[in-house]
């Protein structure tokens, strides 16, 4: 085909990411190249649905009574294929914006995964979709052929050939909307003969909302999926409208249809994607659930419809209480769709703590994909706080490693005597099985929640309570033990049965005072400690271990001040008893080894700044013996 010359044909350059999006399209060997036309029937929908809320929403559009629909012709001769809609149409200016720069969402993903991983574009195709640009899957050139629904605007003809450049010129007696022409490359002319683009088509283009013509014949029977009986709709179909609505490839692990009349009447198709949005790359914060009146889309990204933490889900709500030109200005709309936020979280959170009930494996599995957000739920959005804590799991010390457990089965299995939830925050399980701070806890069989991120941190103190326990760091100066130092310490290597316990500290405690100064706020006998000689707990919420990291992190004053912390002694363990009396007989050695001690203890909590003079230090422990 020859690109249309006019007499102010431009010609402009793709934007470099185009350029490499196009590059990378057209070399692909993805195999489901069908979905091009998928995305371009998408597109045509959208620009109707646009259309049709222009429309109702009173504005004066260019061919006012021209029907909204989709015509999909053939031409097995020329070799080309051609989708046509009455929508909203294109101006120079959003020619160059939308087909020209990556505006938009999906191809946007795209490169940002390929960026993670460069080996594979045709499985990034498979998973992101590339929109418009899909179409130089099959296409040699591709021409665009539109008109604004903006009554002064002029006709525009586009064309590319997927190479780096593309060309403008004014078109004259152009209808309203576009018309895509594609000049299909030999090795994909079947997708011009009409039983090709059928079988396609009516795979993929099921739920479109508008008449969807082929070579004349309508494909497709309107219906909003949402707005029908459960019992009525297969798996297939809802995954189908999913990929659809939602532009995505994968199935949906979880969905939660239902219809409500009071206080709002709504309908709600909801879907938790099979893959967390954000691992794969898709900007942070783009919300997926579009929000209809009466299968009128109102608004295909709404704001402040659904919590932010709740931005992982797809689907539709439908509410015939939201006037069509719903105006985020408006006192009477911004409650309105306050109700609507605070009804639809709720019903989303008893749908996700019922699956964890009645389906335990798919909610882990979930959980595992998705913590993140529930992580942030609760320790965001107070007024949810409580049915988010229900959510959460994390392993714990009475888990096998890998296993998860959730705050009500922890407090079904507290101790008599235990009155608070304790946990620990720190690199992986081994790490926190083998420092010092459990072991008190153990030693009563109280168990200790698992944390191995750092938001798990703020989310814990952000809960601050569970079912009227308070929650508390393991590692926390406020952890109170019943009387720990009266009861029989276990066998062990390192702590001394024979010896009876705390004959008198007070000299050693002393002493140890005076050697570590600065270093230390106070030195005391340990309630808790059981096979460890010492153990450091951080007095301020500044010096707990990921705090800290992170105040370093920001180069912040607070994080490069020497730590100081409270040192508890085991006044049963050998190596404190022994060195009780070295302190007179081998005053130097005795020095060293209180520094040392502390520095070990630094270490277990993950507050160890200058590991250097540690090494050095121990180097000269060494020599002694
Ligand atoms: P997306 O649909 O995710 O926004 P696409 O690459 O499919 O991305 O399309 C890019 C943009 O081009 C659309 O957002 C829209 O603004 C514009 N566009 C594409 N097709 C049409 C059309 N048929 N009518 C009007 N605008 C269109
Ligand atoms: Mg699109």
Request: aromatic fraction near 8%.
């Amino acid at each position: 085909m020859t690109i249309p010359t006019h007499p102010q044909t431009e010609r402009l350059d793709f934007q470099a990411e185009i350029k490499q999006l196009l590059d990378i399209v057209a070399r692909s060997l993805y195999a489901d190249n069908e979905v091009f036309a998928r995305e371009l029937v998408s597109n045509a929908s959208d620009a109707l649905e646009k259309l049709r809320h222009l429309q109702l929403t009173e504005h004066e559009v260019y061919e006012q009574d021209a029907p909204l629909q989709i015509n999909v012709t053939t031409d097995p001769t020329a070799k080309t294929l051609t989708i046509e809609d009455s929508g909203v149409g294109l101006t120079r200016d959003e020619l160059i914006a939308n087909l020209g720069t990556i505006a938009h969402s999906g191809s946007k993903a795209f490169l940002e995964g390929l960026h993670a991983d460069a080996a594979k574009p045709d499985h990034l195709i498979g998973q992101f979709g590339v929109g418009f640009y899909s179409a130089f899957m099959v296409a040699k050139s591709v021409t665009v052929y539109t008109r604004s629904w903006r009554p002064n605007e002029p006709g525009y003809v586009w064309a590319s050939d997927g190479t780096g450049s593309y060309t403008i010129a004014e078109a004259d007696n152009e209808r309203r909307g576009a018309r895509i022409v594609i000049e299909l490359r030999d090795d994909c002319s079947d997708f011009a003969s009409d039983w090709k683009i059928r079988d396609v088509l009516e795979r993929h283009s099921v739920f479109v909302s508008f008449p969807i013509y082929l070579n004349g014949d309508r494909i497709n029977t309107v219906e909003a999926l949402w707005l029908r009986q459960k019992s009525e709709i297969t798996d297939e179909q809802y995954a189908e409208f999913y990929r659809f609505q939602g532009h995505a490839y994968d199935t949906p692990r979880l969905r939660l249809h239902f219809a409500a009349d009071a206080p709002l009447s709504l309908h709600t198709l909801l879907f938790v994607p099979e893959t967390n949005p954000e691992k794969v790359g898709l900007p942070h914060g783009e919300t997926g659930v579009a929000l209809y009146s009466r299968r009128v889309l109102i608004d295909a990204r709404p704001k402040d419809l659904l919590p932010n933490w709740l931005r992982f889900l797809r689907g539709v709500v439908d509410s015939e209480d939201i006037p069509l030109n719903l105006s985020r200005e408006a006192t009477q709309d911004r409650a309105l769709v306050a109700k609507l936020k605070s009804l639809l979280t709720v019903r989303v959170l008893r749908f996700l703590d019922e699956t964890a009930s009645r389906q335990p494996q798919e909610y882990e599995a979930f959980y595992r994909e998705f913590a993140q957000y529930i992580k942030e739920g609760a320790a965001t959005d107070f007024s949810q706080r409580e049915s988010l804590s229900k959510l959460l799991r994390y392993e714990s010390s009475s888990t096998a490693p890998g296993t998860l457990t959730s705050f009500n089965d922890y407090v079904a299995r507290m101790k008599p005597g235990q009155s608070e939830i304790y946990y620990l925050i720190g690199p992986s399980r081994r790490a926190l099985e083998s420092g010092p701070y459990l072991e008190g806890l153990r030693a009563h069989g109280f168990e200790v929640l698992f944390c191995f991120e750092p938001v798990d941190e703020y989310v814990m103190s952000n809960i601050i309570n569970f079912a009227e326990k308070r929650i508390i760091a393991a590692d926390h100066a406020n952890v109170q033990l019943p009387s720990a130092s009266t009861e029989a310490p276990a066998e062990n290597e390192g702590a001394n049965p024979d010896q009876p316990a705390t004959e008198s500290m007070d000299g050693l405690i002393a002493w140890l005072r005076e050697m570590l100064g600065e270093r230390v706020t106070e030195v005391v006998v340990s309630d808790r400690l059981v096979d460890s000689p010492v153990l450091a707990i951080s007095t301020d919420r500044l010096t707990s271990p990921n705090v800290r990291r992170m105040m370093r992190a920001m180069n912040r004053a607070e994080g490069q001040a020497a730590v100081r912390v409270k040192l508890e002694i085991n006044p049963r363990h050998r190596v404190i008893q022994r060195l009780d009396g070295a302190r007179t007989t081998e005053p130097e050695t005795a020095a060293l080894i209180a520094q040392q001690l502390l520095d070990n203890a630094l270490l277990s909590a993950g507050l160890l700044d200058d590991p250097a003079a540690m090494v050095a230090r121990l180097n000269q422990i060494l020599t002694h013996i």
